[in-house]
């Protein structure tokens, strides 16, 4: 067929997209356009329809064009508030993509990642958005209102991509042709529902109500089961009926006139599948051929082109420059066919994994073997942990081997193909070749003109002889005296949420059992591995040749491990190396363990099947070497090991308080739906102003350096740039300032010096965000060291320099006792023991934003996705050089803060608001999230060194402690650090306490406050002493902790007045009905049993408890009926996701309702919380502290109180006169009157109102030795929240806390290079948790403590305190690996075995390091020597 090199007329392209701006559309009856003809790009920002066909608007055309880049642009502006981390690693912008098959008359419909989905990619596809299943004027669809009912937003950020996940989810599952559910419900099980979300990060909720929204849908749940709602009250009362219901097919994904379309220009659109789109340079080709000769004209050769298919590789590595062009390889049939043939199965290179692993699983495969039918299944499940389904969807086989090949991707796909002997297919510029897997692996990478066409995976069995397959010769033998065994591994970091492997590996192997002597030889083996830090996955051959034809024993097994390690070398530079290798070793001992016979006795011996008291799953118990035993599916074995398929369970346990209705009512968060449905505006949503332009930073990658210059690279990116904005720019009258707090200020730009990698040197301009991000990365900066010091990169280097920030004395935490004293009283003493523990990244999931908007006579207005918009207007006012009254700042929501929209949002508005007064045009920008993860310092990292005395009994009677905290280059909130780590540390009685406290300045990006700054840090110190102390004296850690817990005198000397009255102190009562209702000493026991049944798991058991003091801060607030009787509120507290806005009103309700007797007065309907704007509330100070929603709800009290006053007097008279009135009837008469019906207060807290919040926890682990994964089987968890005001939001945010507390002790872990320039810097390195990786069981009570008369309404904090408690996990982790170290050490060393430094976070390396790398070694070589000599 001719290729049409130049094509025109171009190809009709039309696609539409459901959801997004005003107008209607027509499958949903809701008007809309069709134009039939004509280029007409129908994304204007106002249209819902999106249509990409020929003639008219070339304007909006060539801007989609311009950025084909994906189809996340529409929904920018669409107004989505879709998450933009552009890796696919979120799942904050997931959408459902269909498909119509004019052929079969089928929709297929799908989640895709609209980050990584190019725009033209989806030409005559239908997308549906969230808004698109419903919204606030058509009416929610049941997810919304379930994610709203079930408590299951906070920030709201993450919610839309959550919705269209589950929606994605259930509309497949429903479409099976499974069993019909009962009515109400979906055909999806529990455990597909709550998988579906498995990719989609939350920062805010910690999942569990999520994953109960998900549940809600599956025919097999127990609604019982699901947590708090406002569905039903009770568990007792749920029922289905109570749901919003789920009415499958209500949506139309799939509108009848893009069908029609498409069936009438069948034809012609197979004769243009040749064809391009030549304003986009988007290429659509329907042969090889045509590729070709693509490629091959002069066109092509000179220009920047891509070949693609998925184009999920974009979230790996990311581009460097434009493409100029683009060849679309999906439209090429012979790349996207699945073929069954006789002797196996061919994907088409462009299959993509999901439709691979329907093939794999297929019923048409009942044909096969059962060996080969177990091979393809367990390639599919295998696969099915691969990223994400949203990434899985549009994710080709043959992408994912191409970069493998050419990019030494660690792909899972090459390992598990690469083991059972698999052919691919390519053609290069000058042939077609087939050559196997591995062979193609070997090649050197291949060119940008090679075309991977096909991989063909060989149907395996024991009844044949596939030597036709392999290049090995293979033995055939009878089917009844052999089996095939085969199996795959992976460790990750987390099971199935979206992370690549440590390792992974394959195994294949002939078992053939000789009939004689009964044992098992093996034959054919195939052993690949991958993902580890080689050039491409590879098979072990030696290992193999040295195994073949072998009796499996254990000096067998040990003389392979040997020659595997021998081959297993991760390559110089990758992180973990001997933690990956390690892994290869435990995964060849599991495949290989149950067919030796002596190791399957020894592990019996060790493997008691101890179901009845597990309290989740068992340990797999001991295999036979019998062969039907072996030929047995072992997939559930595997799993059960990694864990990550049960289902979560949970319980809340709550009291309402009635007291001040509606305060203290679980009601709906304000907000929830309209998160959920994806109206909710947050910064980048609103849409962009006339003119708008877009900035990027430029940062310096070194730590300490002269800038001699910036230029850009002479690429198709710089092209883009309009203007470079740095500190030359700043106005006469301005500064260079970018952030300031009380204790000192931050420049915005480095001028000539650069004091830190990821210091801003400028910002890039450009037309759009994506222009302008790829601009910035062309820039060369020119750096100096000349006359330079080294700069300062760690604590030591600061300590050894003197370093310091000076630490007012005023805040300089008071010393307690007599040191000299406690240590002479003590028995024992442990010397300069050191901890340290590092940073956090806040992973908000929106990340910094602003967009400025220069306004008359020299104003300004900005919109700040900011925690603090008074000083974010002071800043932007010095900067620029304007009165503060010329800067206006509005917040109206923030997708998620934690602390690092304070302080750290100032420089973005800043810089945005610089170059939007410098240009006279509106400047908004967006950070992606490498840059943001730089640019934006995170948690203080410490070092601390302590000395302890205690008795032998472990009272501990007097603490020493040096504290070196790292602050980074700028002082930002740091001299507040030291008293939150001693606070937090003195929840225990020390005897006497003396601390020396240095805050170091490090040439390190400046760090500041995240949730429960410096009080994680110091609880945490203070367990580790504890636990270390407990080791020390060989005690168990429970009662050295009863033991130091205080009394309330012990209490008061060392919080004074924070403590409050006697019976404010709650945490003994806490930790006593904590650990008996969670059966604490009873699972105890279990844990202990567990341990000695197991060898190769343990399980660990510990409780913590917390003291946490807050502060309340003065707060303004604003409450103002308007004449129709509806309420305005304004507060100076921004909702970040805390459920301020929710308490706020209940407040407001409540107050105002005290006109009347009447409690049904429905008051909440009637009130509107608006945006923080900085010129109309003053003084609203910041958002943080978990004090800011309480000191919200105190100022509008009083406002609200301040307006009864004035109302109350006018309502009774009015009463006298007419008899009972409505609340309408007041206010019209009130404005008739002249009442002043707007009232503001500005509430500050009396003196010394700080008081302390108590909790507890306890959690239970279970350590996987032989990877060192660790799943958190069950956490109970108790905290004081005084009378809450809002219970759900409460749970919710101790939840939600809790969870970011286990990323910060389990996954998170925060990289530097050498420069400091921080490389975890997305999140394919930066691993927050997933909801498989969340407590399998999680208990959460809510105590309800007495009246306290100080505190609004009897409330306490919830939003940071819970977040120490995670700590529990922790040291848990601490307490299985003790146990798998009491396991693997000789008798005599029991003290290495429990004394040890169990570093934060606890990563599977970190753990199976502490476990011991070469426990199977040592095993085996144990076993392997009392049978005679191991072989090599
Ligand atoms: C968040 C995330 C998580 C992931 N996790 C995993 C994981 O755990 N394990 C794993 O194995 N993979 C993982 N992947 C990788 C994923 O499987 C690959 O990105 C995907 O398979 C690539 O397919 P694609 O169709 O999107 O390729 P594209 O992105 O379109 O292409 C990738 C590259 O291959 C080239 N190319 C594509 N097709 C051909 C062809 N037929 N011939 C020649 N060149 C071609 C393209 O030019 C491009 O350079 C993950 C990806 C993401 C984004
Ligand atoms: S609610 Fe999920 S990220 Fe905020």
């Not at 059972?420 to 291949?446: D, H, N, W, Y």
């Not at 915005?748 to 037309?767: I, P």
Request: charged residues 20%; aromatic residues 8%; glycine residues 8%.
């Amino acid at each position: 067929m001719a290729a049409a090199v130049e094509p025109t007329p171009p190809a009709p392209c039309c696609a539409t997209i459901k959801g997004g701006g005003d107008a209607g559309f027509p499958c949903r009856g809701r008007g809309g356009r069709c134009v039939k003809d004509g280029w007409e790009v129908g994304v204007r920002c106002e249209q819902r329809e999106v249509r990409v066909s020929q003639g008219r608007s070339f304007h909006h055309l060539a801007r989609v064009l311009e950025n084909p880049h994906s189809i996340h642009w529409i929904q920018a502006r669409l107004r989505r508030g879709f998450g933009k981390n552009l890796k696919g690693g979120c799942g904050a912008c997931v959408v459902l993509l269909s498909k119509y098959d004019p052929v079969s008359d089928q929709v297929k419909e799908f989640s895709v990642s609209s980050c990584l989905t190019l725009l033209c990619s989806i030409n005559f596809c239908s997308v549906t958005t969230t808004e698109g299943l419903g919204n606030t004027k058509d009416g929610y669809h049941s997810i919304h209102q379930r994610f709203s009912g079930f408590h299951a937003t906070q920030c709201g950020f993450c919610t839309p991509g959550m919705c269209m996940s589950l929606f994605s989810a259930l509309t497949n599952a429903d479409k099976t042709d499974g069993p019909e559910p009962p009515i109400g419900f979906s055909k999806i099980t529990k455990f597909e529902a709550q998988k579906a979300i498995s990719g989609n990060l939350c920062r805010c909720t910690g999942y569990r109500p999520i994953a109960d929204v998900c549940k809600s849908f599956a025919a097999d749940v127990d609604l019982e089961d699901l947590g708090l709602n406002t569905f039903w009250k009770k568990p007792e009362d749920a029922n289905v009926d109570k749901l919003p219901p789920h009415d499958q097919g209500k949506i139309c994904t799939f509108p009848e006139f893009l069908k029609s379309e498409i069936n009438s220009s069948m034809g012609a659109l197979e004769s243009s599948q040749d064809s391009g789109l030549p304003e986009c340079q988007w290429y659509r080709p329907s042969s090889l051929e045509q590729v070709y000769k693509l490629l091959n004209s002069n066109e092509f050769t000179e220009r920047h082109v891509k070949l693609v298919m998925g184009n999920t590789g974009s979230g790996i590595y990311k581009e460097n420059d434009l493409y100029e062009k683009y060849i679309d390889l999906t439209g090429i049939p012979e790349l996207s066919v699945a073929k069954r043939v006789s002797k196996g199965i061919t994907f088409g290179a462009a299959v993509t994994i999901s439709r691979a692993i329907e093939v794999l699983k297929e019923k048409d495969n009942t044909v096969l073997h059962s060996d080969g039918k177990l091979i393809f299944c367990k390639i599919a499940d295998h696969m099915d942990k691969v990223a994400s389904p949203f990434i899985r969807n549009m994710a080709s086989l043959g992408g994912n081997l191409i970069m493998a090949q050419r990019n030494q991707f660690a792909s899972d796909i090459a390992t598990i193909l690469l083991a059972v002997g698999s052919i691919v297919c390519f053609q290069t510029a000058s042939g077609r070749l087939i050559i196997s897997l591995e062979e193609f692996l070997k090649l050197p990478p291949c060119d940008d003109r090679t075309i991977l066409i096909s991989i063909h995976i060989p149907y395996w069995s024991s009844a044949i002889d596939s030597s036709s397959v392999t290049s090995k010769v293979m033995v055939s033998v009878p089917e009844n005296d052999s089996s095939i065994l085969f199996e795959t591994y992976r460790a990750a970091p987390r099971p199935l949420g979206n992370a690549v492997s440590y390792l992974n590996s394959a195994f294949l192997a002939h078992v053939i059992s000789d009939k004689i002597s009964g044992n098992l030889i093996l034959q054919n083996i195939h052993l690949a591995f991958g993902a580890y830090g080689s050039e491409h996955a590879i098979r072990a051959r030696k290992v193999e040749e040295f195994l073949t034809g072998k009796i499996l024993t254990a000096s067998i097994l040990l003389g392979a491990i040997h020659l595997l390690k021998e081959t297993i070398i991760p390559k110089v530079g990758t992180r973990h190396s001997s933690y990956r290798a390690s892994l290869a070793i435990t995964f060849l001992f599991n495949f290989f363990q149950p067919l030796a016979k002596e190791l399957v006795v020894a592990e019996k011996i060790n493997n008691v099947d101890i179901s009845s008291v597990a309290t989740l799953t068992d340990y797999p118990n001991g295999k036979t070497n019998r062969s039907e035993d072996i030929m047995q599916p072992r997939t559930s074995k595997f799993e059960q090991l990694c864990n990550p398929n049960v289902i979560l369970s949970s319980k809340q346990s709550v009291e309402f308080s009635t007291d001040y209705h509606p305060v203290g009512m679980p009601i709906n968060k304000v907000g929830a739906e309209i998160q959920a449905s994806g109206e909710a505006i947050y910064v980048d949503d609103i849409p962009s102003p006339k003119d708008c332009l877009y900035g990027a930073f430029v940062y310096s990658t070194r730590p300490l350096a002269h800038i001699e210059g910036i230029t850009f690279k002479s690429t198709q990116a710089s092209q883009k740039i309009i203007a470079y904005i740095g500190a030359g720019d700043i106005p006469k009258r301005g500064e260079n300032i970018g952030c300031r707090f009380v204790f000192g200020d931050e420049p915005l730009f480095a001028d000539s010096l650069t004091e830190y990698a990821g210091q801003c040197l400028g910002v890039v301009v450009a037309e759009t965000q994506r222009y302008a991000n790829m601009a910035a990365k062309q820039a060369n900066i020119h750096y100096s060291n000349e006359d330079l010091e080294p700069p300062i990169l760690s604590i030591e280097d600061a300590i050894a320099r003197s370093s310091f920030f000076d630490l007012p004395p005023a805040i300089y935490p008071k010393q307690i006792g007599d040191l000299t004293k406690g240590m002479d009283e003590a028995d024992y003493k442990i010397l300069s023991a050191e901890i340290k523990l590092g940073s956090q990244y806040y992973f908000y999931m929106e990340t910094q934003t602003a967009l400025a908007i220069p306004d008359e006579d020299n104003c300004i207005v900005v919109y700040s996705s900011t925690q603090f918009p008074e000083h974010t207007q002071g800043v932007i006012a010095k900067c620029l050089g304007v009165p503060e009254n010329n800067v206006r700042v509005i917040t109206r929501r923030v997708g998620g803060g934690f602390g690092g929209k304070a302080l750290p949002s100032m420089p973005i508005a800043a810089a945005c608001a610089l170059a939007a007064f410098t240009l006279h045009r509106p400047v908004r920008m967006y950070l992606d999230r490498k840059t943001d993860m730089i640019m934006i310092g995170g948690r203080h990292p410490m070092k601390i060194n302590y000395s302890v005395g205690f008795k032998s009994d472990g009272k501990i009677t007097a603490l020493h402690i040096d504290l070196f905290i790292n602050a980074g280059i700028t002082i930002d909130l740091s001299p507040l650090i030291p008293s939150a780590v001693i606070t937090a540390l003195e929840k225990y009685n020390w005897g006497a306490l003396s601390f020396n406290i240095k805050l170091c300045k490090t040439n390190l990006a400046t760090k500041s406050a995240m949730r429960a700054p410096g009080d994680v840090q110091g609880s945490y110190i203070a367990e580790a002493i504890i636990e270390h102390v407990a080791a020390f004296l060989s005690m168990d850690t429970d009662s050295v902790r009863k033991q130091n817990l205080h009394t309330y005198e012990s209490l008061r000397s060392f919080y004074g007045p924070s403590s409050g009255d006697a019976s404010e102190y709650t945490l003994p009562v806490i930790v006593n009905e904590l650990t008996s209702t969670a059966s604490y000493l009873q699972r105890l026991g279990m844990v202990q049993y567990f341990n000695n049944c197991n060898k190769w798991k343990k399980r660990g058991i510990s409780w913590v408890p917390i003291i946490y003091r807050v502060a309340p801060r003065p707060t303004p607030g604003k409450v103002s009926i308007l004449n129709d009787g509806s309420v305005v509120i304004e507060v100076g507290g921004v909702e970040i996701g805390q459920g301020l806005w929710t308490k706020v009103k209940q407040m407001v309700a409540f107050v105002l309702g005290q006109l009347w007797d009447d409690v049904n007065l429905n008051l909440l309907d009637r009130l509107r919380i608006i945006q923080v704007d900085s010129l109309s509330l003053i003084q609203a100070g910041f958002t943080a502290g978990s004090t800011t929603s309480e000191s919200s709800c105190e100022a509008v009290r009083l406002a609200s109180g301040i307006l009864v006053s004035r109302l109350k007097s006018l309502k009774q008279s009015l009463e006298e006169q007419m008899g009972s009135i409505s609340w309408e009837t007041l206010i019209s008469q009130a404005t008739m009157q002249a009442v002043n019906l707007s009232a503001s207060a500005y509430w500050v807290p009396e003196n010394k109102l700080d008081y302390l919040n108590y909790g507890a926890a306890i959690s239970e682990v279970e350590v996987d030795i032989l990877t060192g994964a660790t799943t958190i089987l069950r956490t109970d968890l108790t905290y004081d929240c005084g009378q809450s005001l809002n219970p759900a939001v409460d749970l919710g945010q101790i939840e939600g806390s809790f969870v970011q507390g286990i990323g910060f002790f389990l996954y998170e872990e925060h990289v530097e290079n050498s420069d400091g320039l921080v490389v975890s810097d997305g999140t394919w390195t930066y691993k927050i948790p997933t909801v498989d990786t969340i407590p399998k069981q999680f208990n959460v009570k809510l105590m309800k403590s007495g009246h306290h008369e100080k505190r609004l309404l009897s409330s306490k904090a919830s939003g940071e305190p819970p977040l120490l408690l995670a700590s529990s996990v922790h040291c848990a982790v601490r307490e299985a690996i003790r146990a798998a170290r009491a396991e693997f050490s000789s008798n005599d060393d029991n003290h290495s075995a429990s004394t040890f430094q169990l570093d934060v976070p606890a990563t599977m390396p970190v753990v199976k390091e502490l476990c011991g790398l070469n426990t199977v070694e040592k095993y085996l070589e144990t076993l392997a020597s009392s049978q005679g000599k191991v072989e090599a």
